[in-house]
């Protein structure tokens, strides 16, 4: 689709002036713009000097999706189909959680234990509840010699956790299971390195107040921790020593407040040791790691 660089400058403008008029970052305009590729950023500086442009959509389709991002507050990732993570480049879809940002800590977290006691890394290792995969590529790549294994109850989203991995060339590295947390993993019990989950963690009452993004267009089941968000840690608190081989590591990513319960419990458990609570980069205590003793 050609169109004038003066014809999109002119679209831009009237699409940041809606951004902000709804309250959303106006940089999202540009960045919709670099995701459906023909607009690097250096280009969208000099748009009106450009006298043509070859656009993979119609100004009418860009301002369709603007319109679903104004209107119906669809995340963007949702309108261009992927988000980036770490260096990956995942599909995602309303059927998995959007990787966020602070989870790429969690995987810095891992390779940091295995820095410090590398026997971890022959092991086998497992990310509950993938989601679009992100937890279970980022071991691949700190574990080049480790089995990952990734679960997910819903189907729907393991295609897409194997859709990312046959586009990140990874599906030889990671199996796949569908089925709840343990359940698919029992032959493995008492012989993992590690255990590295993102699970549902926000209070049910909690997620009808999240942005709209978030709350509307985000699958609750990776979100709602039930009751007090902590349904699935007490759960992974609860039953990861029958599954981790004494000195294997248990990493959570968790939400704002709830650390000091989280580290009691595993205490509690009498089964953990060297327990430790990392901020993310805003200075949220975000994960929390133990080993098996
Ligand atoms: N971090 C996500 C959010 O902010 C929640 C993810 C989760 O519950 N694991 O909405």
């Known amino acids: 689709m050609i169109i004038s660089g003066r014809e999109l400058q002119g679209w831009r403008q009237r699409a940041r002036e809606g951004a902000i008029a709804a309250g959303i970052p106006p940089e999202e305009v540009d960045w919709l713009l670099r995701e459906l590729e023909e607009c690097s950023a250096l280009t969208l500086q000099f748009l009106v000097d450009r ?5 993979p959509v119609s100004l009418s389709e860009l301002e369709r999706l603007w ?6 507050r669809v995340p963007l990732q949702h309108l261009v189909g992927r988000t980036h993570w770490r260096h990956f480049t995942l599909k995602v879809s309303p059927d998995v959680l959007i990787p966020r940002p602070e989870t790429e800590i969690l995987v810095d977290l891992v390779a940091e234990a295995i820095g410090q006691n590398p026997a971890l890394a022959e092991g086998h290792w497992v990310d509950l509840g993938t989601g679009s995969g992100a937890i279970a590529f980022g071991l691949s790549e700190c574990l080049p010699r480790g089995t990952i294994h990734a679960v997910d109850s819903s189907a729907e989203s393991l295609a897409i956790a194997r859709e990312n991995a046959r586009m990140l060339v990874l599906e030889e590295r990671i199996k796949f299971y569908r089925g709840s947390w343990w359940q698919p993993l029992s032959s493995l019990a008492g ?3 590690g255990m590295v989950s993102n699970p549902p963690y926000i209070p049910s009452a909690l997620i009808p107040q999240l942005q709209p993004e978030v709350s509307q267009h985000e699958p609750h089941l990776a979100l709602d921790g039930g009751c007090d968000g ?6 992974l608190v609860e039953t990861a020593p029958d599954y981790l081989h004494p000195g294997g590591l248990w990493a959570v990513e968790m939400m704002d407040g709830q650390a000091e319960t989280v580290a009691r419990l595993l205490e509690k458990r009498g089964q953990y040791c060297h327990i430790r609570i990392v901020s993310d980069l805003a200075k949220i205590d975000r994960f929390a790691l133990a080993y098996r003793q």
Do not use: G, H
């Open 51 to 55: 006298p043509s442009l070859d656009l």
């Open 67 to 72: 319109q679903c991002r104004l209107r119906d």
């Open 191 to 193: 012989k993992i390195s």
């Open 230 to 235: 902590l349904d699935a840690i007490r759960y």
